[in-house]
């Protein structure tokens, strides 16, 4: 990977990068944080927090905006924020901001245009971690968090992947796309017609069929009760009612006053660090 930006932070190092991707066949950009450690110079090893944005995000927004490297550099954890989907010429794209670049929803897509470069899941769970353990001090040990759309890759990813991740996370996330308009769109565009197939993407869903039983003793979810996306989109309450029905542990906290922005992530990322710490140490 070739790095593009530098900075220091929290004693520890900030790395923005870029390499060619075999999986999506474009160039990928991400950032990288390795927290100081005892001795101070990042030598390591330390596990990962993978961060997933949401729509319309590229790898920039969470890295200057989330306030996790405090808390990172506190609990000694690497954190990595890749770009939302493949981007350039020759990459598919719509006019609307919920499909397309900065929206590739976690997926592999199966339909054209979208299936030559959008293969997001492919690239978190294979590529990216491939990369990180090899160029960066890791125990090869992670977790993965996120926020709306990013939030949706995270609770899938890590269902459909638990021998990947140590726990899983999520700030607002679409937490049933097969029920609601974003998801809808973006499923019916990149995986086509069939439904059964969507529903191997949607995280109440999964839930509720035990994916996460055995592999995760609580997932954490946040949620702001004046978010402007909660009754439509992101339907919390399916979440919930999937967890109970599968008797599995989750934990969505409704914050009084707080919106989709980053302000209400940056409220509680500290939160989200420390309880990935405590199981990424375990």
Same mark, same amino acid.
């Given at each position: 990977?070739?790095?593009?930006?530098?900075?220091?932070?929290?004693?520890?190092?900030?790395?923005?990068?870029?390499?060619?991707?075999?999986?999506?066949?474009?160039?990928?950009?991400?950032?990288?944080?390795? /927290?100081?450690? $005892?001795?101070?110079?990042?030598?390591? /090893?330390?596990?990962?927090?993978?961060?997933?944005?949401?729509?319309?995000?590229?790898?920039?927004?969470?890295?200057?905006?989330?306030?996790?490297?405090?808390?990172?550099?506190?609990?000694?954890?690497?954190?990595?924020?890749?770009?939302?989907? /493949?981007?350039?010429?020759?990459?598919?794209?719509?006019?609307?901001?919920?499909?397309?670049?900065?929206?590739?929803?976690?997926?592999?897509?199966?339909?054209?245009?979208?299936?030559?470069?959008?293969?997001?899941?492919?690239?978190?769970?294979?590529?990216?971690?491939?990369?990180?353990?090899?160029?960066? /001090?890791? +125990?090869? +040990?992670?977790?993965?968090?996120?926020?709306?759309?990013?939030?949706?890759? #995270?609770?899938?990813?890590?269902?459909?992947?638990?021998?990947?991740?140590?726990?899983?996370? #999520?700030?607002?996330?679409?937490?049933? $796309?097969?029920?609601?308009?974003?998801?809808?769109?973006?499923?019916?565009?990149?995986?086509?017609?069939?439904?059964?197939?969507?529903?191997?993407?949607?995280?109440?869903?999964?839930?509720?069929?035990?994916?996460?039983?055995?592999?995760?003793?609580?997932?954490?979810?946040?949620?702001?009760?004046?978010?402007?996306?909660?009754?439509?989109?992101?339907?919390?309450?399916?979440?919930?009612?999937?967890?109970?029905?599968?008797?599995?542990?989750?934990?969505?906290?409704?914050?009084?006053?707080?919106?989709?922005?980053?302000?209400?992530?940056?409220?509680?990322?500290?939160?989200?660090?420390?309880?990935?710490?405590?199981?990424?140490?375990?």
């Amino acid at each position: 990977m070739d790095v593009t930006k530098t900075h220091a932070v929290h004693g520890g190092t900030l790395r923005y990068l870029k390499h060619d991707s075999a999986t999506t066949g474009t160039s990928m950009t991400l950032s990288v944080f390795v /927290p100081p450690g $005892p001795d101070g110079k990042g030598t390591g /090893p330390f596990p990962v927090l993978i961060w997933l944005s949401g729509l319309t995000c590229t790898e920039d927004n969470f890295t200057t905006k989330g306030e996790a490297y405090r808390a990172a550099a506190e609990h000694g954890i690497i954190v990595v924020a890749p770009d939302t989907s /493949p981007r350039g010429e020759g990459v598919a794209d719509d006019a609307a901001y919920d499909l397309g670049q900065g929206a590739g929803f976690y997926v592999d897509a199966t339909e054209g245009p979208w299936a030559p470069h959008f293969r997001m899941e492919t690239y978190v769970t294979s590529e990216l971690i491939a990369l990180i353990d090899d160029q960066f /001090p890791t +125990t090869k +040990t992670r977790s993965i968090s996120g926020h709306s759309m990013g939030g949706h890759g #995270a609770l899938t990813l890590a269902l459909r992947h638990p021998e990947l991740f140590r726990s899983v996370s #999520a700030f607002a996330p679409i937490g049933s $796309p097969t029920r609601c308009p974003w998801g809808e769109k973006a499923f019916a565009a990149y995986l086509g017609d069939d439904r059964d197939e969507w529903a191997r993407h949607d995280a109440a869903l999964l839930i509720e069929a035990g994916a996460a039983r055995g592999h995760y003793d609580d997932i954490l979810i946040d949620q702001g009760d004046a978010d402007q996306f909660l009754t439509d989109q992101l339907t919390p309450e399916l979440l919930q009612a999937a967890a109970e029905a599968a008797g599995q542990p989750v934990t969505i906290r409704m914050q009084p006053g707080y919106d989709h922005s980053y302000f209400f992530m940056a409220s509680f990322m500290a939160d989200h660090v420390a309880f990935h710490a405590k199981r990424l140490r375990d």
